[in-house]
């Protein structure tokens, strides 16, 4: 997971996009966003390609490692 994060991290900063953003699962089928927006993961997908950023999709476990 972390070798993962750290490779995607690296290209954000190689192509220089619009960001990072980072999504929790919630179980259910849904993600939560950094706004507290929630939708699917498709969803959170389509919406990052359209804004340039980086989507990240963690479980709420890894969120607070």
């Known amino acids: 997971m ?3 994060l750290e490779r995607r991290l690296r290209a954000v900063e190689l192509a220089r ?6 999504w929790i699962h919630q179980g259910d ?7 507290g ?4 993961c498709e969803e959170a997908e389509a919406l990052g390609r359209a804004t340039g950023k980086l989507t ?10």
């Open 2 to 4: 972390r070798r993962d």
């Open 56 to 65: 990240i999709f963690l479980s709420e476990i890894d969120a607070q490692l």
């Open 17 to 22: 996009s619009g960001g990072v953003e980072i």
């Open 37 to 40: 927006e929630q939708m699917t």
């Open 29 to 35: 089928g849904m993600v939560r966003g950094p706004r």
